[in-house]
Nanobody, 119 residues
Framework: QVQLVESGGGLVQAGGSLRLSCAASRGTNARGWFRQAPGKEREFVAAVNWSSGRSYYADSVKGRFTISRDNAKNTVYLQMNSLKPEDTAVYYC???????????????WGQGTQVTVSS
């Protein structure tokens, strides 16, 4: 079993930045971030392969968001820059087997953290 604890959400104006953190109780091969906006399905944001460091991004966040990891702390970060109102959502951290955009690859999920971007 893996416990994931997220932090760093909040309210920010459009164009601003936030950094989300997700600490895990133990390591896994892949870590990802997903988000769910009101009335919409949960969608992939970014993922990282823990051993290689290779990262993957949804087209909607490429060039604005950066996923990174701290091996010693078993923590993954999501640096979000140039935020837009459409980035408003609950952001979920996930841990699993493959760094992919499918929820099926992830076995463990955090509780979610709210990100609100005002216009």
């Amino acid at each position: 079993q893996v416990q994931l604890v997220e932090s760093g959400g909040g309210l920010v104006q459009a164009g601003g930045s936030l950094r989300l953190s997700c600490a895990a109780s133990r390591g896994t091969n892949a870590r990802g971030w997903f988000r769910q906006a009101p009335g919409k399905e949960r969608e992939f944001v970014a993922a990282v392969n823990w051993s290689s460091g290779r990262s993957y991004y949804a087209d909607s966040v490429k060039g604005r968001f950066t996923i990174s990891r701290d091996n010693a702390k078993n923590t993954v970060y999501l640096q979000m820059n140039s935020l837009k109102p459409e980035d408003t959502a609950v952001y979920y951290c996930a841990a699993g087997r493959l760094a992919r955009d499918s929820e099926e690859e992830y076995d463990y999920w955090g509780q979610g953290t709210q990100v609100t971007v005002s216009s």
